[in-house]
């Protein structure tokens, strides 16, 4: 597993200043003028199912925050935990040097950095702004570019884990930006996951993130054919699925989320779908690859196919549903 | 792992005639009037690629066998290593009552039970007949169907592993047929592969195959699709397959069969994809998975399409390339 | 539209003779020793949906029918209207030398044949076989083959149009056989169809039907596709289905039986989708289609995907709805 | 065939002015301050494979042009001929008030218009712009909101047809925009079309032409699979392309554009596939359509898989080929 700085919840003493004044010097060279001090407030912009926990957890290491939220609501808690909320992303941009946001699309990324008024309005030089929500690649690589005109600096993170994770701190994340300020997110993002990785250049954070969803989708639904193939075919589930699992048809799906109900325990396929992974969710990330597959064009057949079997199924009562429902809604059976 | 029976290459002594006749007694009661004697010549029908390492597992391990394959040049080395060669099937099962059979397709299969000189019109009653061909299931129930008027015993024990694992005795076999009859293949079986696994009854030994090898199909695609994607959004493949394969994308195919050159050694995609599981073969797996979800009613979306990938690429040039070609398949660049 | 031979409902009369006879006498140097008189009984086996209509239609024409089917409920009508029912296919052949079937699959036509009371226990020398179901080509051409031993003639004439087509004689039948026939099954299929079309050698019937309803299949499909996603673009549907029906998106699909509510009357897209042609049966002839392809090794990408779509309407309500009703199926909205 | 306004290439008399003040009278309402003299000169922005023949026609109507293109070659021959060639889009939008823009992609389009020395920094209140280009959707409403600030009116009216349409003033353009404006818009596109068709509010004409480009992508495969599977199974190519339109699977592809070489005179398959409608425009088109429906939440399950066969024909040396090529794509034998 990728190193990083798992950061304890316990109070900093003296070594701990120590060897974060170590660290601060280790990557002064490439940083800005940024503030040395690690524990100087950090802004979170975007406070909802997952940004909430992941902000909390950046609380329990220490961290003071300034938080906006378009949802007034949404920073209550917050608030009411003496931590400071501000009225537009320029403002938290004012006074936080390094930013952490959280978005659920495209649109809503660009306007909280260019908008009226967005970070980019006020950012100080040598900022630090990572962006965790999962967006377009070719998007963050522009949103990059405004943020490097302004002397400050941009790296995608996208996180995979989902909301038990985000509330564990055991999130990964999948970071692209300049190599030199990997340590610096690091040093945040170590806070909320179990897993930082560093991806490459803007955008392939992004990218890395995409890829593994519509991998996990294809598989997903490849299982689920397979285990409903064998089962009309007159296997036990619990045996085919062990025997792909000992054989070259073993995949995550199947050996640890395997979507058929009695298989496994703590999944859920063993919970009537509820929880996990959202097929919504799962459609989003799927539109995503597919955009960057056209635009890039590369070929996905199966890629393709799986985004537009999960399309069909959030129209079809299966949205809230976590994404290996694909089981039962392709082994309903005829009913009248 | 599933226990298997795996005979060593020695001499039996006393030790080894206590345990034969003990593993005999606890069968009885199950098993017709076979011979108890295990070293007692063993029918092998269809020396091809796989065939022949597999009937030289046998002979290392003190099996006199009767060979027969319609293709007589395939019996010489046989013959010369002083093995009995007969001229039909008919009088293989005249010979020997427990015969495996390794045929290329259902239309070979059925022609060596039930053609003119096929196995049942010799056959002796309480034979065990195993056929390890990758057949259509309800070919495999039909043929278990003639076997038992007859009063013998059939059994579906296709394998998994290709030619290396065939020669080196490392061979997966995926057993259908009746449970107390299992022991007694296993025992055979295990001289070939070091993985004999019981899946129910006749038939299910075939759907446990194909099953695992459409998934499988999907599953490389996906890897493939997903590297080629990552790899035009600017991830370096190497990183990339390590974000896979801690991440939920996690397969076989990425993991220990990566299709991208230059990500693994000692894989045919480091080896301009030869040697392997030929697409050819995959293909033909697929075909058999496709007529098994056509006639159960089975939606295989995915798999259906990974069919006519494997299909496409036979027709280009690719039927004699490991099946991870298909990243070359896919990624050739526009020439013109 | 090609030439048939429409036998008028009126007596035959001195003239319907002379050219009766005039025709038996071009085809007799192929014909066998089959009876000129074209007025004798004429077997009909399956009396189902489609076949009962049929047969109706060539009582119409004069011809006295013998009866079977194995539900003997179907062949009440029929016995009261004076018609000869016997108990078994053997005796149609024995008392008939020109014989229709019309039965749901392969296995059914197999066993009306080849059965214990089969066909082909009493058919006659130079009797004229035709096969009006839709089943595998090869089945077809392996029918054939065993009635040709007999010293008989087979044809596979399966049909096109649906029940009300059945009924008003409208039907098409796509005929396969030696060429030498064609005008004394079109004598007869000409009392049931408008269209008569000679195909080739016996299975291209078959083919000929299969080919054209994956080719309608993937042309409802697109249909539904490009107009629903013109919807959500803005378009007015009617004028959408004008537009392609005066562009290169022309077909069948969208000019004669356009599955979107509204835009034409007299469909079973204004009548919520009630009648027409059956889900179920496009379902079963993309599944023949998908076996003869993977068969012949064809790549058919879409026409793969088709038959998985209308497979999995099959299990999801939409069985006895009519195939274009894949535009509600494609179109349901969230609903919740 | 809707309604076109057909100006002969005469020079216009005096009645042609009475029906020109007419037209303009009747728009006025709607119609800004628009020169009301019809051969006013005309902007034409794009001057590559359809722009040259499209401007050319414009120019046999006797409109004067302005002329811009980023590549000077292309505007030679214009300026030898008399016409003006300017160095901008906004000069272009200086001198002329109606202007028309035909270029390859959205991002072109984005920059004609908005870009640093676009049409909008010096468009005149009034001004009727007509986008030919084939853009998604949505760059058109974006675009014609920017226009609409500056007080002008935009269209979008992209193409069908191909380049042999364009040389002979028989392409259909199909418009999106404010209705009253469509008039106006027909007096142009009339000279270059015979078809000019409203289909609605901007983007729709857009939208028209992506489905129907859709459709018939789907459509041209479907029907090479048919007719691919048919030859197999042993069909003669012409007599079943004769059956299928005549029957249900009746389209544009099969009975005017058939892609099996020997069916059908005057059509890229019988030219080696050279002239026509490219692949890499069809992929291009269906990249689009792609965009559409994934914005949207539109599934489209054949669609989807159509642009991803296209676009791996891009990559396989088909290109530059007739998109009816697909038949030689799909149908390439095994070589070795």
């Given at each position: 597993m990728a190193a990083s700085l798992r950061l304890p919840g316990a109070r900093p003493g003296l070594r701990y200043w120590s060897y974060r004044q170590r660290l601060a010097a280790a990557s002064?060279?490439?940083?800005?003028?940024?503030?040395?001090?690690?524990?100087t407030p950090v802004g979170f912009i975007g406070l909802g199912n997952m940004g909430n926990p992941m902000a909390k957890n950046l609380m329990k290491h220490g961290y003071p925050l300034i938080i906006y939220d378009v949802f007034p609501d949404a920073c209550k808690e917050f608030q009411e935990a003496g931590e400071q909320v501000v009225s537009s992303p320029a403002d938290v941009a004012e006074k936080a040097d390094r930013i952490i946001t959280m978005l659920p699309t495209s649109i809503n990324a660009v306007e909280a950095y260019s908008?009226?008024?967005?970070?980019?309005?006020?950012v100080k030089k040598g900022s630090l702004l990572i962006d965790s929500s999962t967006i377009d690649p070719s998007v963050s690589k522009e949103l990059a570019k405004e943020v490097e005109k302004m002397g400050a600096v941009f790296m995608d993170a996208p996180v995979s884990g989902g909301v038990g994770a985000a509330g564990s701190g055991n999130l990964t994340f999948m970071v692209g930006g300049v190599e030199e300020e990997f340590a610096a997110a690091q040093e945040l993002l170590g806070c909320m996951g179990s897993n930082v990785v560093y991806c490459g250049a803007v955008g392939t954070g992004q990218a890395a993130k995409i890829c593994n969803n519509m991998l996990l989708a294809i598989s997903m639904i490849g299982t689920t054919e397979a285990m409903n193939l064998g089962i009309r075919l007159g296997l036990d589930p619990k045996l085919l699925a062990k025997i792909l699992n000992m054989s070259s048809g073993r995949c995550w799906s199947s050996d640890t989320y395997n979507p058929v109900p009695g298989v496994m325990d703590g999944v859920p396929s063993a919970n009537?779908?509820?929880?996990?992974?959202?097929t919504t969710l799962m459609a989003k990330d799927l539109g995503l690859a597919q955009d960057s597959a056209t635009s890039t064009k590369s070929p996905i057949l199966l890629g393709s196919l799986a985004h537009q079997i999960y399309r069909m199924m959030c129209a079809k009562g299966?949205?809230?549903?976590?994404?290996?429902?694909v089981f039962q809604f392709l082994r309903e059976e005829e009913n009248f």
């Open positions: 002064l060279a490439a940083v800005c003028s940024r503030s040395m001090a690690s524990k908008g009226t008024n967005g970070i980019l309005k006020k009537n779908y509820q929880g996990g992974f959202g299966y949205s809230k549903k976590d994404f290996s429902s």
